[in-house]
């Protein structure tokens, strides 16, 4: 059994999706960020750079004690190599996987998370980072849609690298994103939205438009503030 940390967000779905691919049993453990949950010792214990997702294994393969991980990438090639599904075993199929887990976790996510940030939610709008990152997320969806001609999936057989890219372009409406304008992506992102184990993931997923802060969930969320409860010692989980 696996306890899975995390709401519905993209960086929370990526190891959502993988777990119901490789079919392993899991828990899911909703940590508020809103209310600044992550910030909770016992969260931090697991996660300690306070981001969901992370994930308490209590069967890892060695036979020890509950094994936690923490970064969506981390948590995906742990999947991934604990069942010896999603990733090739060969060296060059390996490293393609990998290339693209990494150029997912290094650009894809922190790029349109940047670009939803200043599109929608800093509280004075600036031109030139609203560019600078709406600019950036768009050349890496040519990136992405260059890979994918000729391709069905991103590195060879469909994988943890689809899995890890899929749920930031979900979330496409935040980052100002026409799927229309990339068809070779538009085309990868229907058939794996089309896979039983995806829609599973995804049953209870109800689409969220960019929101309204109040202060308090700001200062939690992008002034790095910790909430008084974590200070005190919540012990939540
Ligand atoms: N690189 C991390 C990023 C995780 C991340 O940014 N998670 C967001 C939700 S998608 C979060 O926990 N935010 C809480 C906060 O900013 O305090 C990963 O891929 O796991």
């Known amino acids: 059994m696996i306890d899975i940390y995390g709401g519905q967000t993209p960086n929370v779905f990526k190891p959502l999706i993988a777990l119901e691919e490789m079919g392993e049993a899991y828990s899911r453990i909703p940590v508020d960020i809103l209310k600044g949950e992550q910030f909770a010792p016992a969260f931090l214990a697991i996660s300690p750079n306070n981001r969901v997702p992370a994930i308490v294994d209590h069967d890892p393969l060695d036979g020890g004690g509950p094994l936690p991980v923490f970064e969506s990438g981390a948590i995906l090639l742990y999947l991934a190599d604990k069942h ?8 060059r199929g390996r490293a393609a996987v990998v290339e ?23 509280p004075e709008k600036i031109p030139y980072a609203i560019d600078r990152y709406s600019n950036e997320v768009r050349r890496l969806y040519g990136v ?3 890979r994918l001609a000729g391709r069905e999936f991103i590195a060879g057989d469909y994988s943890i690298a689809d899995m890890a890219c899929w749920p930031w ?15 070779n992506v538009e085309r990868w ?6 896979r039983p184990a995806v ?3 995804l049953a209870d997923y109800q689409p969220i438009p960019p929101m309204t802060f109040t202060d308090a969930q700001r200062a939690v969320l992008f ?3 910790r909430p008084q409860a974590a200070e005190a010692g919540d012990e939540r989980h």
Do not use: K, S
């Open 189 to 194: 992102y229907a058939a794996v939205e089309a």
């Open 169 to 183: 372009i979900l979330f496409r409406d935040h980052h100002g994103v026409a799927l229309a304008d990339f068809p």
């Open 100 to 122: 693209w887990l990494m150029w997912q976790m290094g650009g894809q996510g922190p790029m349109c998370g940047q670009a939803g940030h200043f599109r929608n939610y800093a």
């Open 84 to 91: 010896r599904a999603f990733i090739p075993a060969d060296a």
């Open 144 to 146: 992405l849609d260059t």
């Open 199 to 201: 829609r599973r993931a």
């Open 223 to 225: 002034g790095g503030q």
